[in-house]
């Protein structure tokens, strides 16, 4: 199974549930307890303790306020089930299987505020240290009355907390870059989108050369009152037919070769 992060936005609590059986009614279950495990980095080990035991047919939502006291604040808090408890300390991410590859086993991602809630079913896995990030959000809401967050997820093997850059550009005939702003590995990087001037009728490119990650645009209203919260896609999934991968390459060598 993958990890799943408790997110974090502004004036908004994480909520993440777990689901104790399979994500379709087709395949043989798994019908085995699990152990419930809370993961995170402190900059040079991965630490992990065991939160709870879930039986198999419950579904059971885990907040910050559920963790114990002595994890540091602003950690990326990691949730994973397992047939046995993970390793207490371990130099690389510990490893989480799944029973099933597709689809993917899921966890309810949820972020509420006083007056509102949104979620999306997600996961996420660690990612390798050499990539690159290239998205595009064409759902991104753009209005007086809605503020707009880039909450940048990062997980990679290494326990290091590595900083660097993501650049966005505003997409058209000629580029210009809007923003530059630091992410770090191993975590949540919140960037507000508002200063940027991004217009109704422009596309946006989120670049970074050297740190992939998971891209999720959290919308909301003044007040909390209404919010949303969508992710992107890498350019791969964008191509219909013929060499996905050898488009994403190409797009990817072009906006990172791009000047400031």
């Given at each position: 199974m993958p990890f799943y992060p408790i997110l974090s936005a502004p004036s908004c609590i994480g909520r993440t549930t777990l689901c104790n059986f399979p994500p379709?009614?087709?395949?043989?279950?798994?019908?085995?307890?699990?152990?419930?495990n809370i993961t995170w980095s402190s900059g040079s080990i991965w630490n992990s303790i065991t939160l709870d035991y879930l039986t198999y047919g419950i579904a059971k939502s885990y907040t910050l306020a559920d963790l114990p006291t002595d994890i540091p604040q602003g950690v990326l808090p990691l949730l994973s089930l397992t047939s046995?408890?993970?390793?207490?300390?371990?130099?690389?991410?510990?490893?989480?299987?799944?029973?099933?590859q597709l689809p993917t086993w899921r966890a309810s991602l949820e972020l509420i505020s006083s007056n509102a809630s949104t979620s999306y079913q997600g996961e996420l896995d660690p990612?390798?240290?050499?990539?690159?990030?290239?998205?595009?959000?064409?759902?991104?809401?753009?209005?007086?009355?809605?503020?707009?967050?880039l909450l940048f997820l990062n997980l990679e093997r290494s326990p290091v907390m590595r900083k660097?850059?993501?650049k966005i550009f505003?997409?058209?005939?000629?580029?210009?870059?809007?923003?530059?702003?630091?992410i770090v590995s191993n975590s949540i990087t919140c960037i507000s989108l508002d200063s940027l001037n991004i217009q109704a009728n422009e596309l946006?490119?989120?670049?970074?050369?050297?740190?992939?990650?998971?891209?999720?645009?959290?919308?909301?209203?003044?007040?909390?009152?209404?919010?949303s919260l969508e992710h992107t896609h890498p350019p791969a999934s964008y191509?219909?037919?013929?060499?996905?991968?050898?488009a994403q390459k190409y797009l990817k060598s072009r906006w990172i070769s791009q000047p400031d």
């Open positions: 379709n009614n087709w395949e043989k279950p798994s019908k085995t307890p699990k152990f419930v046995s408890p993970l390793p207490r300390l371990s130099q690389v991410l510990p490893t989480v299987s799944s029973p099933n990612l390798p240290e050499n990539a690159s990030l290239l998205t595009f959000p064409p759902l991104l809401q753009t209005h007086s009355t809605i503020n707009n967050f660097t850059y993501l505003r997409c058209c005939y000629t580029s210009r870059l809007l923003g530059e702003f630091s946006p490119v989120f670049v970074s050369p050297n740190m992939s990650g998971v891209p999720l645009f959290f919308a909301t209203t003044e007040g909390f009152t209404s919010m191509v219909i037919h013929g060499k996905r991968w050898a």
